[in-house]
């Protein structure tokens, strides 16, 4: 039995004496580990021209002998690819270990950085993957941030805030190997990357109906827009609606309460230089499951229109008028301001109409003439609705020409002399 000392040299600011006990001139070559590197092998120098064995094989030795490790390492880098798989959720790998030793590649993908998962079946010497597949599978947040405004067409238009998409966390890592003969010997593991796969909202699914409970399936209405128009019923109804990703996930359904038209206006009516008395009650404004509460905006609308069926355009100064306001939002006063030129020659003209009990939408048709002798000319009528602190203003127009039905009335009489 023969007892020497063998030196293993190359790793920085380490020198690592094994005393080794050894018959027939032969000796078990030690494994080696370092942080970050992958072990390739003992060679007799340090420019790795004169290779020794790997760890594990015999070196048969006859002399005080030095070997020095060599070291690979193998780094790994992810990309975020989007423009692949539909948008749905990809990487780019690519495997970075420069040195000529002839080496073989695995890539691993986890979850959860604990658990991994091969991404191809066998292994390969490539070492640039584009579009590794890293779907997106967590869903979009809830939609939230609702508001809503009633229309002209007496239909509720619903926006709401586009929600944030959670996405998908996803590691990779890579591994490199050497042969064998008929085995595959792993090098080295790369460090770990992780990437956040977020595919982005692509649009919203959404229905109506009678229920305060409802799921979103994804065969309902389909829209981009951050909005819906929707019916406005005699009875409350619910919206029920839905973020959807690029990758196809459906998120959690929230249902709004689409308030009724609240039809019953026998408390309103015309006061002229009434005074305005706000109604301190909370409007209903929102209702259901996932329920937040929801602002519903004042709108107005206002047209005037020829009080004699069949006539349009410019009126005549005596001519009669009707001017028709719709107010959404649970409108609390409503006030109609004629021209002063119309005014001073009729001061009548104003007029006011206060809501002690709260409506969705409230329509009026105020009946009106121009007065005689009224200058020809644009005018402007103002309509303003309150409801709180807040006001909305329309000014609808009517054209007033240099006739009078008083022209059309001396017609008649001089066809009738």
């Given at each position: 039995m023969r007892q020497d000392t063998y030196y293993f040299g190359?790793?920085?600011?380490?020198?690592?004496?094994?005393?080794?006990?050894?018959?027939?001139?032969?000796?078990?070559?030690?494994?080696?580990?370092?942080?970050?590197?992958?072990?390739?092998?003992?060679?007799?120098?340090?420019?790795f021209t004169e290779f020794a064995g790997y760890a594990g094989s015999e070196l048969l030795i006859q002399k005080d002998t030095r070997l020095y490790a060599r070291w690979l390492s193998l780094s790994l880098s992810s990309t975020e690819n989007y423009q692949v798989l539909g948008g749905s959720g990809a990487v780019d790998l690519v495997l970075s270990e420069p040195d000529p030793i002839e080496k073989w590649y695995q890539i691993c993908q986890s979850l959860d950085g604990e658990s991994w998962r091969p991404l191809f079946t066998e292994l390969t010497k490539q070492e640039n993957h584009p579009g590794q597949a890293a779907l997106d599978m967590a869903p979009p947040a809830r939609v939230s941030g609702f508001r809503m405004a009633v229309t002209a067409e007496r239909k509720m238009q619903v926006s709401w805030q586009a929600p944030q998409d959670q996405g998908t966390v996803y590691y990779h890592q890579a591994e490199s190997y050497r042969k064998s003969g008929e085995e595959y010997l792993l090098l080295?593991?790369?460090?770990?990357?992780?990437?956040?796969?977020?595919?982005?909202?692509?649009?919203?699914?959404?229905?109506?109906?009678?229920?305060?409970?409802?799921?979103?399936?994804?065969?309902?209405?389909?829209?981009?827009?951050?909005?819906?128009?929707?019916?406005?019923?005699?009875?409350?109804?619910?919206?029920?609606?839905?973020?959807?990703?690029?990758?196809?996930?459906?998120g959690e359904t929230s249902h709004i309460r689409i308030p009724a038209r609240d039809s019953g206006q026998e408390d309103s009516g015309p006061e002229p230089g009434a005074e305005q008395d706000p109604d301190p009650e909370t409007h209903p404004e929102g209702g259901g499951e996932n329920e937040e509460e929801i602002e519903i905006d004042l709108t107005l609308y206002a047209e005037i229109s020829h009080s004699r069926a069949g006539y349009e355009g410019d009126f005549k100064s005596g001519e009669g008028g009707v001017l028709h306001f719709l107010a959404g939002g649970y409108a609390q006063r409503v006030e109609v301001i004629f021209p002063s030129e119309f005014t001073s020659l009729f001061p009548e003209l104003n007029v006011v109409f206060s809501y002690s009990e709260p409506s969705l939408i409230r329509e009026e048709d105020i009946g009106f003439s121009v007065p005689l002798y009224t200058a020809p000319g644009v005018y402007e009528v103002t309509v303003r609705a309150y409801r709180d602190d807040l006001e909305a203003e329309v000014y609808p127009m009517l054209i007033v020409v240099e006739e009078s039905v008083l022209d059309e009335l001396r017609t008649r009489i001089r066809n009738n002399l």
């Open positions: 190359n790793i920085p600011d380490v020198t690592d004496q094994i005393r080794a006990l050894y018959e027939d001139g032969t000796v078990i070559l030690p494994d080696c580990q370092r942080s970050g590197y992958g072990f390739a092998g003992w060679y007799f120098d340090g420019a080295c593991r790369s460090n770990i990357t992780e990437n956040l796969l977020v595919s982005g909202v692509a649009g919203y699914y959404y229905y109506q109906d009678g229920s305060a409970a409802g799921n979103i399936s994804g065969d309902e209405i389909y829209t981009v827009e951050q909005t819906a128009l929707v019916e406005i019923g005699t009875g409350d109804t619910w919206l029920h609606i839905a973020a959807v990703d690029v990758a196809g996930n459906i």
